[in-house]
C-alpha cells in the first residue's frame, strides 16, 4: 500500500473530474485522477450526448481556457415551452435579461477530448487509466482507495481527500437516496429543414418532456418516454422514426428529414444525503444524478467543483481533507443541490402525474409566465445562471 498523506485523489476521468484537477490545479494543487476507461479514447455510444451549458459554466470553462468557439459549440438564444394537448406555451428569450445567450451546447465527447488534451500538459496532474475503483473507506485521518488494475491486479491507496466523480454508476453511496423514474430517455441528432438558429424547444407530453437543442449537426433530440415506448422508437426504421417525431411535436421546429443512430439511457436519479464526509467528497453525478428535462446535470456539477476549489482555495491547513474544509463545502452546497434536484424532479414528474388537474395547472403555469414579464424573467435568469445566483 503507497502512503499518500497530503494527496489529493480524483476517482473518475469524466468532464467533472477533469474540471476539477484542472482547476485544482491553477491553485497549485496536484492530483492524482484514477480513471477506469481508456483516456485517449472516447467515441463510444455512451458520449453521444449533446449537454446544454448556462452561460455561468461556459466562465468556469474559459478559466481552463475552453471557450464555445474552439468546440463548435452552438448558442441558445431562446427557448420555446410548451404543453402537448393542452393551452399555454410560452418563449423564453436571453434578450430579456440583458444577454447574448442563455449557454451553449456541447458534445459531451468534444468537451471530454478538450478537457483531457488540457490534462496532458498539466503537470501537477497524473492520471492513471484503466484502474476501476472498487471501494473508498474514508476515515479521521486518510481515505483508503482500492482499485483494480487488469494488468497487475488489486492494490490500495491512501489519500488526504478523495474525491469521487464516477458519474454515481459505481462506487456505493450508502447515504444517497435513489429513485428510478420507470422511463428511459432516447438521444440522437435530427436534421430539419427550416428549423431557426439559436432556438431550443422544450415540449411536456403525458409520456415524458421531449427537447430538441441546437446542436453542430442540427438539433439534439431527448425523447423520454415508458422503457417499452423508447424501445418501440428505437427499433423503427429512421424514416418511421421522423415521421412519429413529426407527428408528437407539431412542425414548429421544421420538418425533420434525418435522424441519427439512436441512444438509450435509462432514467435514474440520486441524491447523496451526505456528499462530504471523512475525507471522501462526492462531486457532480456522484453527489448527485438529475433527470435531463432540465439539462441542469453538469451544470450543478460544475458548481459543485468551483465550489471546492473555492473551499481548497481558502484551506489555511496543508490538509485538504480537514473536516472543517468538508463541513464548510456541505454547507456551501446544500441549497443549490436542494433546490435544483428539487425542481427538477418537479419538471420530470409534474407533466407527467396522471391526476386530474395536474396538466392544467402546468398549462397555467405557462400561460402566467408568457403574460408575466416579471416571471417569465425570473425563469429566465434561472436557465441562463443556475439556482445559485
Ligand atoms: C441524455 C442525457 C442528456 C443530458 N443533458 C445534459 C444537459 O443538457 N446539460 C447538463 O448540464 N447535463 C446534462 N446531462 C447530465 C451530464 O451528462 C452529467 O451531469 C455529466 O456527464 C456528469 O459528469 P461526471 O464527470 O460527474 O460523470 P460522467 O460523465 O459519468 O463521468 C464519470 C467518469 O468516471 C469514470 N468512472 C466510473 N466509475 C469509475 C470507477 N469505479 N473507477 C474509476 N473511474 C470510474 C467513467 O469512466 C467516466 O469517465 C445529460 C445526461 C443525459 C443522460
Given at each position: 500500500?503507497?502512503?499518500?498523506?497530503?494527496?489529493?485523489?480524483?476517482?473518475?476521468g469524466g468532464?467533472?473530474?477533469?474540471?476539477?484537477?484542472?482547476?485544482?490545479?491553477?491553485?497549485?494543487?496536484?492530483?492524482?485522477?484514477?480513471e477506469a476507461g481508456n483516456w485517449s479514447a472516447v467515441h463510444s455510444e455512451k458520449y453521444e450526448?449533446?449537454?446544454?451549458?448556462?452561460?455561468?459554466?461556459?466562465?468556469?470553462?474559459?478559466?481552463?481556457?475552453?471557450?464555445?468557439?474552439?468546440?463548435?459549440?452552438?448558442?441558445?438564444?431562446?427557448?420555446?415551452?410548451?404543453?402537448?394537448?393542452?393551452?399555454?406555451?410560452?418563449?423564453?428569450?436571453?434578450?430579456?435579461?440583458?444577454?447574448?445567450?442563455?449557454?451553449?451546447?456541447?458534445?459531451y465527447q468534444a468537451?471530454l477530448t478538450?478537457?483531457r488534451n488540457?490534462?496532458q500538459?498539466?503537470?501537477?496532474?497524473?492520471v492513471?487509466s484503466h484502474?476501476?475503483?472498487?471501494?473508498?473507506?474514508?476515515?479521521?485521518?486518510?481515505?483508503?482507495?482500492?482499485?483494480?488494475?487488469?494488468?497487475?491486479?488489486?492494490?490500495?491507496?491512501?489519500?488526504?481527500?478523495?474525491?469521487?466523480?464516477?458519474?454515481?454508476?459505481?462506487?456505493?453511496?450508502?447515504?444517497?437516496?435513489?429513485?428510478?423514474?420507470?422511463?428511459?430517455?432516447?438521444?440522437?441528432?435530427?436534421?430539419?429543414?427550416?428549423?431557426?438558429?439559436?432556438?431550443?424547444?422544450?415540449?411536456?407530453?403525458?409520456?415524458?418532456?421531449?427537447?430538441?437543442?441546437?446542436?453542430?449537426?442540427?438539433?439534439?433530440?431527448?425523447?423520454?418516454?415508458?422503457?417499452?415506448?423508447?424501445?418501440?422508437?428505437?427499433?423503427?426504421?429512421?424514416?418511421?422514426?421522423?415521421?412519429?417525431?413529426?407527428?408528437?411535436?407539431?412542425?414548429?421546429?421544421?420538418?425533420?428529414?434525418?435522424?441519427?443512430?439512436?441512444?438509450?439511457?435509462?432514467?435514474?436519479?440520486?441524491?447523496?444525503?451526505?456528499?462530504?464526509?471523512?475525507?471522501?467528497?462526492?462531486?457532480?453525478?456522484?453527489?448527485?444524478?438529475?433527470?435531463?428535462?432540465?439539462?441542469?446535470?453538469?451544470?450543478?456539477?460544475?458548481?459543485?467543483?468551483?465550489?471546492?476549489?473555492?473551499?481548497?482555495?481558502?484551506?489555511?491547513?496543508?490538509?485538504?481533507?480537514?473536516?472543517?474544509?468538508?463541513?464548510?463545502?456541505?454547507?456551501?452546497?446544500?441549497?443549490?443541490?436542494?433546490?435544483?434536484?428539487?425542481?427538477?424532479?418537479?419538471?420530470?414528474?409534474?407533466?407527467?402525474?396522471?391526476?386530474?388537474?395536474?396538466?392544467?395547472?402546468?398549462?397555467?403555469?405557462?400561460?402566467?409566465?408568457?403574460?408575466?414579464?416579471?416571471?417569465?424573467?425570473?425563469?429566465?435568469?434561472?436557465?441562463?445562471?443556475?439556482?445559485?445566483?
Amino acid at each position: 500500500m503507497n502512503k499518500m498523506a497530503d494527496s489529493i485523489c480524483i476517482i473518475g476521468g469524466g468532464p467533472a473530474g477533469c474540471c476539477m484537477a484542472l482547476l485544482l490545479a491553477q491553485q497549485g494543487w496536484p492530483s492524482l485522477v484514477i480513471e477506469a476507461g481508456n483516456w485517449s479514447a472516447v467515441h463510444s455510444e455512451k458520449y453521444e450526448r449533446t449537454l446544454a451549458l448556462s452561460q455561468s459554466s461556459w466562465n468556469v470553462l474559459a478559466e481552463i481556457g475552453i471557450v464555445p468557439q474552439d468546440l463548435n459549440a452552438q448558442a441558445i438564444r431562446s427557448i420555446h415551452v410548451s404543453q402537448r394537448g393542452m393551452p399555454g406555451q410560452v418563449l423564453l428569450s436571453a434578450e430579456d435579461v440583458g444577454k447574448k445567450v442563455f449557454g451553449y451546447t456541447v458534445s459531451y465527447q468534444a468537451l471530454l477530448t478538450a478537457l483531457r488534451n488540457k490534462i496532458q500538459s498539466e503537470s501537477l496532474i497524473t492520471v492513471q487509466s484503466h484502474r476501476r475503483v472498487l471501494s473508498i473507506e474514508g476515515s479521521h485521518t486518510a481515505a483508503r482507495i482500492s482499485y483494480q488494475s487488469p494488468s497487475s491486479g488489486r492494490h490500495s491507496i491512501l489519500s488526504a481527500l478523495s474525491i469521487v466523480a464516477d458519474g454515481g454508476a459505481q462506487i456505493d453511496d450508502p447515504r444517497a437516496l435513489n429513485w428510478s423514474y420507470g422511463t428511459e430517455a432516447l438521444s440522437c441528432q435530427i436534421t430539419s429543414l427550416g428549423a431557426k438558429a439559436g432556438l431550443a424547444w422544450e415540449r411536456f407530453t403525458p409520456e415524458g418532456p421531449i427537447a430538441l437543442l441546437p446542436s453542430a449537426q442540427g438539433l439534439a433530440l431527448i425523447w423520454t418516454g415508458s422503457s417499452a415506448r423508447i424501445q418501440d422508437l428505437c427499433s423503427l426504421s429512421d424514416q418511421a422514426f421522423l415521421s412519429a417525431l413529426q407527428d408528437w411535436f407539431g412542425d414548429r421546429a421544421g420538418c425533420f428529414v434525418n435522424a441519427s443512430p439512436r441512444v438509450r439511457y435509462p432514467l435514474k436519479s440520486r441524491f447523496s444525503l451526505r456528499p462530504a464526509h471523512h475525507r471522501v467528497i462526492r462531486i457532480a453525478n456522484a453527489a448527485q444524478t438529475l433527470h435531463p428535462v432540465a439539462g441542469q446535470g453538469f451544470n450543478l456539477g460544475l458548481r459543485d467543483v468551483v465550489q471546492l476549489r473555492d473551499c481548497l482555495g481558502v484551506a489555511h491547513a496543508q490538509d485538504p481533507g480537514h473536516p472543517s474544509l468538508l463541513n464548510l463545502f456541505s454547507s456551501e452546497r446544500r441549497a443549490d443541490r436542494w433546490l435544483t434536484g428539487g425542481l427538477t424532479h418537479l419538471l420530470a414528474q409534474g407533466f407527467t402525474l396522471p391526476i386530474p388537474g395536474v396538466r392544467s395547472l402546468g398549462s397555467f403555469a405557462l400561460s402566467a409566465m408568457d403574460i408575466t414579464p416579471s416571471l417569465r424573467d425570473r425563469f429566465s435568469q434561472l436557465m441562463s445562471d443556475g439556482l445559485a445566483v
